[in-house]
């Protein structure tokens, strides 16, 4: 089985972070759009069991993706089950109408523009993404991937990385929730005369 | 939306089948081992709403297939959905994790080898499938794929040919369970001393 260890940070910007990474060495790629959409389970209530499941449509690919309970609350440890969908936006489409046929909903779509680095950091090769949200700003996330015997690790890879990032401190906490959970909060939150 | 018109007949043997197929003209592929596990919903009875979904491995592609409850009583008239997954055999085990990760249960594996023809019959373009079923035996399944304004012209082509290849005489009934509901059918019936 595999988990995704990861933390992630509101930032008013990315350019002090561009800098931080380059000068560790980061490697990045080009910046990709990503475009997410969440569906609700025919009869589990996600936002309770805190699982999700989404098509992402990136670049032409497509992948079906599973997030089971995060498992720890300091990091956003959680199972995840990525699959690979044939490519190309109808094979995308056409998978949402089969998830519709199965009692599945869609909720909400999540647009973002990626900026992937990949950071040697700790023996750990983390993946940093730079992240700007449709209705809801700059993020960055720090993440790896391990099995269970390296769940620990990756998470102490984690943490020391975003403390060397200047992220995590007392003005810069940690953003718990995903985009999902952020954009359908906006959406039902009160509005402020 | 698509529909998938088919009958199916239980035969001794496909000597007799291959031999008028082949005076009709009809292009030969080799045989290919497919591997189906069917699953059941988290809360519907796929028996009872007659639906299916099934992970099929076929020569190391995986297709993920939903199908729809029948719409008519001679053929197997019915909405089809079906998903190219990435191939290998690790991709279709991952797939399973998922499908189990959201509530859903294998049932039962169906394994066949299949023998597809095209026979070109009536100005449309019919696939013939030789089926040897492990633990049900020889079959012949005639299948034309359809949109919505198609769907009556295709149940007569298929209606036609079947008569043509002297299926469905009064010794030769069309059996519109599937494979998966025959099996299941046999593991619970009770022994014939």
Known sequence: MTFEVEQKFPVPDH???????????????????????????PTRDFAKTDEALRI???????????KGPKLDVETKTRREIEISLAPGESAAASFGVLLEALGFSPVATVRKIRTLLTAAWRGQSVEVALDDVDGLGTFVELE????EAEVDAARDAILSLASELGLGGSDHSAERRSYLELLLERATAPEIP
Do not use: C, M
Request: net charge negative; hydrophobic share 40%.
């Open 56 to 66: 992402r449509r990136a670049g032409g690919d497509n992948f079906l993706t599973y």
């Open 15 to 41: 350019s002090v972070l561009l800098a931080k990474l380059s000068a560790l060495g980061a490697i990045r790629s080009e910046p990709i759009e990503q475009i997410d959409t969440y569906y609700a389970h």
């Open 144 to 147: 790896l991937t391990a099995d």
